[in-house]
């Protein structure tokens, strides 16, 4: 075992020994019950932490991270998790949070092939070719940040029209979802006001959330 995973228990144990000085009982207190009103959808990323960037203790936030943070019907890995947070934790928040910085929407702007997961990224390539009037309206230097916050937005549509959503608001429990992009030079959350509480009125959100990105003046 080399020394730097050496290093990562040594931390652990001086991570766990601190927590259980300062607040006694915290690791039972985990045991006891997981009832997070949140569920955190993001890239896997290793600068966006869910917990920290929310200001969240271990157990109030459900995560999902992938590449780009995307969400599609054939993933049922994704569709699980959210099954999961929304049936059986009752999560009220659902949030889709895309980064600015993001490699895997860099490489679907540019058309730069990585390896095998080009053929995930291409599902943000989709979101670039549906928007490439208005990404091409947009300063060069500023393209990659609006094709981050655009791919927030659609992947908050995708959420809302999986079976999961669909289920859980035809039986009228309250889930609202949110698009959020979270910057990494500031460690500011920008609310992309894509926030759905049902079906209704997605269409009329959603236009307005692209029309928000568009007439945002980036300097």
Known sequence: MSASIEDLFVHNRAWAAQMERDRPGFFTALLSQQKPRYMWIGCSDS??????ITGLEPGEVFVHRNVANVVVPTDLNCLSTIQYAVDQLQVEHLMVVGHYGCGGVLAALDGTRVGLADNWIRHVTDVRDRHRDLL?????????DVLCELNAIEQVVNVAQTTVMLDAWGRGQKVTLHGW????????INDMHMSVESTEGLDAIYRAAIAGVAAVRRQ
């Open 47 to 52: 600068r966006v932490p869910a917990n920290q």
């Open 136 to 144: 091409a309206s947009v300063e060069p230097q500023w393209r990659h």
């Open 181 to 188: 992009c979270y910057g990494l030079k500031d460690g500011l």
